[in-house]
Structures are given as structure tokens and as C-alpha cells.
């Protein structure tokens, strides 16, 4: 179920962006990328998602390759209370639970 | 900003005991969710409800979980006789009729089973 794949560690200056990458080179083409991040265990936040246009809110940009193999998310200026477990998932919206793999855990450094 | 609640935030129990965690969703919010973490390990799905059943669940949500919206607020699960490996947090969450991209979680509840 985890079609993703995330480097587990990252670590990040503050006020830098921080550029966390994802591949999921068996994408469907009815799935969406969503990424989600959870800060010391507390419950997972939505950050954004995406089909196949790249995609920007208040929190991040979401950056997805022509092929939609791959996708990067965009802190474009990291604070310390960014640190976190960034979660990448691929879902189609027919579905109704997400599968959270190991996620990226993201450490911005003073 | 509505948030989905839950209580308590700690629970601890004997083995082979009942417990109910509670959630409340946000209000106009329709479908519902509890997902598990053990301790160091991935967010699990549980079960996911709407329309007063259970619309889908994992193979984790054996007969002794059970779940109910006793009223038009409340969203809660029952672990009918807890084990020890039932000791993980639980987050409830919930997500709108409309959108169907976002499902909005809660601070968890923290189950520990001695």
C-alpha cells in the first residue's frame, strides 16, 4: 500500500527553503498526490495536494513532474516550527483512508 | 477555527478492560475516521464511517473495536477488552461532504494499556 518513496531524514537552515522529494513512479492516473506532516506526535496536518499541476497555498508549494513520477514539496522559508515528519501519499478520491508511510522527518536547524 | 477534539488526551487501563474515546468533528463535517500510531511506527487506518455505518475498515478493526455517533456531535471508539498491544495514540478525524481532499485530524488520544 505504500507507493511511495521518501528520504527518511532532511535537515534544513531557518529562513532557507526546504525541498522535500517524493517518488511514486506507479502513480495512476486517477491518483493525487497529498502531503500531510505531523509534529511530535501530535495529529497529521493537511498541507496540499495535487493531480498533475503544480499547486500553491499559504503553507507550500507542490512542484510534480511532467510523468508524475516524482513531486517535491516547498517550505519556501523553513521556521524552526517546521520540524516535523512530512508524510507523501498517493490516493485516488475514490478511496477513504490514507496510507501513511515513514514520511521524511524534517529538521530545521537554527 | 474549528478543529476536530478528542478525550481525553491520556487514557490508561488494565488489560482486558473496556475504554471509549471520544471525538467531536467539526460540525458540518460528515465523514469520519479513526486511525492508530503505535509508538514509533507508521499512522494506521481503523475505520472510516458515514451516514451512521461503517463505510470501510482495516483488518486492524477486529470485533472487540467497535464505533458509534451516539449523538450529532460525538464520534467515539470502543476497545471492548483491551490488550497490551492496544497501546498506541488514536486519532479521530473527519473531513466535509463536498471536499474531498482534506480530512482534518485531532490531537489524538493517548491509550496506554498496563
Known amino acids: 500500500d505504500a507507493k511511495t518513496t521518501q528520504p527518511p531524514s532532511m535537515d534544513c537552515a531557518e529562513g532557507r527553503a526546504a525541498n522535500l522529494p517524493c517518488n511514486h513512479s506507479?502513480?495512476?492516473?486517477?491518483?493525487?498526490v497529498y502531503w500531510y506532516r505531523q509534529i511530535h506526535s501530535q495529529g497529521p496536518q493537511y498541507i496540499i495536494h495535487?493531480?498533475?499541476n503544480n499547486e500553491t497555498n499559504e503553507m507550500a508549494s507542490l512542484i510534480i513532474t511532467e510523468d508524475r513520477k516524482s513531486s517535491t514539496l516547498i517550505l519556501p522559508h523553513a521556521t524552526l516550527r517546521d520540524t516535523a515528519v512530512y508524510y507523501c501519499?498517493?490516493?485516488?478520491?475514490?478511496?477513504?483512508?490514507?496510507?501513511f508511510g515513514t514520511g521524511t522527518s524534517l529538521t530545521v536547524i537554527p | 477555527e474549528p478543529e476536530v477534539t478528542q478525550t481525553p488526551s491520556h487514557q490508561v487501563t488494565q488489560m482486558g478492560q473496556e475504554v471509549i474515546l471520544r471525538c467531536v468533528p467539526i460540525?458540518?463535517?460528515?465523514?469520519f475516521y479513526w486511525y492508530r500510531q503505535i509508538l514509533g511506527q507508521k499512522v494506521e487506518f481503523l475505520v472510516s464511517?458515514?451516514?451512521?455505518?461503517?463505510?470501510?475498515k482495516s483488518e486492524i478493526f477486529d470485533d472487540q473495536f467497535s464505533v458509534e455517533r451516539p449523538d450529532g456531535s460525538n464520534f467515539t471508539l470502543k476497545i471492548r477488552s483491551t490488550k497490551l498491544e492496544d497501546s498506541a495514540m488514536y486519532f479521530c478525524?473527519?473531513?466535509?461532504?463536498?471536499?474531498?481532499?482534506?480530512?482534518?485530524f485531532g490531537p489524538g488520544t493517548r491509550l496506554t494499556v498496563l
Open positions: 478525524a473527519s473531513r466535509e461532504d463536498r471536499s474531498l481532499w482534506e480530512q482534518f
Open positions: 506507479t502513480i495512476s492516473g486517477n491518483e493525487y
Open positions: 495535487g493531480l498533475k
Open positions: 501519499i498517493v490516493r485516488a478520491n475514490t478511496g477513504n483512508q490514507f496510507y
Open positions: 460540525s458540518n463535517h460528515l465523514y
Open positions: 464511517f458515514y451516514n451512521n455505518e461503517i463505510s470501510e
